[in-house]
């Protein structure tokens, strides 16, 4: 209990927060690092999975990426994209690997939302004379958002919780306060920064479960 | 004056024999801390998560409280994790492992749970009528149909840790990704890329071997699936 208090008394001083190195400017830098992430995996990988979902093809691949992706640590992805021309461009091992690790859940709960449309539905949209691109944009896509938006929401924050790693290979984040409390061997920095960057990722889970709630009752699915 | 030897070392290529032969030692250690690390942490979490779904399925009230407290636990980061539990294990190999443990229960748990419930009422009816008491019923009825599904959790769970381990470098139990970390710091290209490699190829291989377990364990399922 007396580590919880001195992380506490750490989150509380107000020399903690402005600067460089300060919680403001960290947490700045974790939002912009994750947002950016979130809306380059999501420019990726949605496309290609409404289009793989809406022709039905390349589901294997689509479902199995997520798997294989699971497997490649993150972390070594960062690691040796620094030792790469990439590692130069400042944030950018970052981004590609947080992208990286983005992409595949993105792209197996796009494609399996796809599918899961009542084929019942396309068929009757078919026998409608829809197009294709209309069939895509006026049926399936509206049918399939909340399964869509449920893997935006655990990309979200996962990317939350793993931009974190960044910090081990020197990039910006909450993760640094966590890696400069390891390397001044101050217990109360490192808990008081792992209890930010969970507060963190708390707060995003808990911001998209209310984006659905105030959702449009067609967008939220089953319920 | 010897000039310095001209191999793939000295000229830091990512793939270099020289390295496998020379550090055959620091790799081997490498891979079996992942190893140990990994399998007791999964081992560990299976142990809590079984006896937390069958009281989540058994008793109605504890389904909620058990699923929120283990998903809030999944939403933790695994860097914040080693970090909040620092002050309990200090820095040492069951500060990772509890780690990794708390991390795992969500899938663990999850998967154990739907499993149980995805147990036909029938077949509990029949077994009930066919006199089984309730520890019986679950021994012998439910668990076993409830396997494929807890497998599904456990190959998740078990690769998921083998990669989040690396984080463990960070207090120095990282397994392989001692040798990514300290590979960082050096720019030792050959360290990195070997170690990496390694730690995908033991997550497909454990992901694979527990394929291959669940196959042995429920032969009905493969009749049906052709």
């Known amino acids: 209990m007396t580590t919880l208090t001195a992380a506490w008394d750490w989150l509380t001083d107000p020399a903690h927060w402005p600067g460089e190195n300060g919680i403001t400017h960290r947490l700045v830098q974790h939002l912009v690092l994750t947002a950016v992430c ?23 691949l689509a479902v199995n990426l997520s798997n294989i992706g699971r497997a490649v640590p993150t972390f070594a992805v960062l690691v040796l994209l620094l030792l790469t021309p990439v590692g130069r461009w400042g944030e950018g091992p970052t981004v590609v690997a947080l992208v990286l690790f983005a992409v ?83 217990t109360p920095q490192v808990v008081a920064g792992a209890v930010l960057v969970a507060a963190l990722a708390l707060v995003v889970e808990g911001l998209f479960e209310l984006a659905e709630r105030l959702s449009p009752r067609w967008a939220r699915g089953a319920a | 004056m010897t000039a310095p030897p001209d191999d793939c070392l000295a000229r830091n290529e990512w793939i270099c024999g020289e390295y496998l032969s ?27 998560a079984l006896p937390l779904a069958v009281l ?17 636990l999944y939403t933790i980061p695994s860097l914040a994790m080693f970090s909040l539990l620092l002050p309990v294990y200090g820095l040492s190999a069951s500060l990772v492992v509890a780690g990794l443990v708390l991390y795992s229960l ?9 499993g149980l419930r995805a147990v036909p009422e029938e077949i509990r009816q029949a077994a009930r009528g066919m006199g089984y008491g309730p520890v019986r019923l679950l021994l012998t009825v439910e668990l076993p149909l409830a396997v494929p599904a807890a497998m599904a959790g456990l190959r998740i769970a078990t690769v998921s ?24 710091n050096t720019y030792f290209k050959a360290q990195v890329l070997t170690a990496s490699v390694l730690c995908v190829l033991i997550a497909v291989a454990a992901d694979l071997l527990l394929l291959g377990a669940q196959r042995l364990m429920t032969p009905w399922t493969r009749a049906a699936r052709g």
Do not use: K
């Open chain 1, 38 to 60: 979130l809306v380059v995996s999501c420019l990726i990988a949605l496309p290609v999975a409404l289009v793989l979902g809406h022709l039905g093809r390349g589901g294997a």
């Open chain 1, 104 to 186: 595949p859940p993105l792209l197996t709960n796009a494609y399996v939302g796809m599918r899961e449309v009542d084929r019942g539905v396309v068929q009757a949209a078919r026998g409608m004379g829809m197009t294709g691109r209309q069939m895509l944009f006026r049926v399936e896509l509206p049918l399939a958002l909340p399964l869509v938006m449920n893997g935006v929401r655990i990309a979200a924050v996962q990317l939350v919780a793993t931009a974190t790693i960044a910090a081990l290979a020197g990039g910006g984040g909450l993760g640094r306060i966590i890696t400069a409390g390891f390397n001044l061997a101050s």
């Open chain 2, 22 to 48: 020379t550090r055959r030692e620091i790799l081997l250690d490498a891979v079996l801390q992942h190893l140990e690390l990994t399998a007791l942490s999964v081992l560990v979490a299976l142990a809590v």
């Open chain 2, 56 to 72: 989540a399925r058994r008793r109605r009230w504890a389904a909620g409280p058990v699923l929120a407290v283990t998903t809030i």
């Open chain 2, 106 to 114: 969500t899938l663990l748990v999850r998967n154990i749970l739907a």
């Open chain 2, 161 to 184: 840790a083998v990669s989040l381990l690396t984080v463990g470098a960070i207090v120095g139990f990282g397994g392989l990704g001692n040798l990514i970390y300290s590979g960082m």
